[in-house]
């Protein structure tokens, strides 16, 4: 497969820095100053000479270039191209960085062609894609030209068809019996259609037909059991599960009938006010015994009062991002954290030291999401 190849309008004259035999698939040039720097590209050995060869340059490292006709792979294919011969060269022959007749001629193939085509040049045969269009895939699809598909597959989710008579539509019609039923051999999904949104339900739907709850998907309520008027209202012994309540008022209702004591858990509650409720306090963890036994923080704490008699040693919680919890040590001895995950106010090492071995020292400690920070204390 013919591929692109590159050009440079800068490109310096150089010479070969050591030769090269015709079987050679790397070259070493004195220079590639302005040399182009994708490939392949065209070289000429022995510029204006009875010697001369084209060859094709698919890599380089540094001045050593890698001859071949596949990028980064050396073979001596890329030797004696466009009907020229490869030959020995010796140090100090001229290197340039030339167009070729090949150039010319895909060009003016490449005009009068239409579809997939080669260009085979002695012993060589390039092949071509027209727009894209490879061997067997016929021609490029015109826009105003009479043309014939075949082997297609046209999506209904990225293409819109438009302007479509019934008459163009070849196969069986799609027909309707009295019985309302709607048959087509041709269709094995759904139809959708505008025009169905102007029959009524009244008219064409027998509602005497339908027993029990439709589903919300097909336009019904999806409710069990409901009382009063307008907006369905759920009866005491109805259940919600899954449901989303939005731009309504809540007032007045028990969740049960008794004293709300469940989990209400993965809820989102936005743009609403929420009152006469009251939220459990942190609790308050017991005191750090004497001797220097260990105590754990639990999750839902944020004021600590750990007594360090002698000193005391706590498991902090996890260092959530932005976390805060404040330690007062009722105590005599100093306070210690059980990981080396806290942080200095004053010198700003991690450490274990928390607060002091004084009564009525504290520390206030800010999370970074895996240690503690000392923000302040005394």
Known sequence: MAVKRYYSSNAVDTTLASSCTSASTTIVVSSTTGFPSSYPYTLALGYDTSLEELVNVVGASGTTLTLGTTVGVASVTGRGIDSTTAQDHAAGVSVKHVISGRDMRETQEHYNASGYYTITIGSNTDTFKMHGIDSGEGDVVGTAKSQTLTNKTISGASNTLS????????????????????TNGMLAGSIADTKLSQITTASKVNTSA????????????????????????????????????????????????????????????????????????DAVPTQVGAGGS???????????????????????????????????????????SASSNVYSRTTGTLGTAICSGTRGSWALLVADGTNWYIMAGA
């Open 294 to 336: 260990s105590y754990t923080v639990p999750a839902n704490v944020t004021n600590a009062l750990v007594a360090g008699t002698p000193t005391a040693t706590i498991t902090l919680p996890t260092a959530t991002a932005g976390r805060e919890l404040r330690v007062l040590n009722v105590g005599s001895g100093a306070v210690s």
């Open 210 to 281: 339908i027993t029990g709850t439709l589903a919300v998907a097909n336009g019904g309520t999806g409710v069990t059991t409901s009382t009063g008027s307008g907006n369905n209202v759920l009866s005491s012994g109805a259940t919600i599960t899954g449901a989303s309540i939005g731009g309504g008022t809540m007032s007045g209702t028990a969740i049960n009938s008794a004293t709300f004591g469940g989990t209400i858990s993965n809820a989102t509650i936005s743009s609403s006010t929420i009152s006469g409720i009251l939220a459990t306090p």
């Open 163 to 182: 302007n479509i008579l019934p008459n163009a539509v070849a196969g069986t019609a799609v027909t309707q019996a009295d019985t309302g039923t709607v």
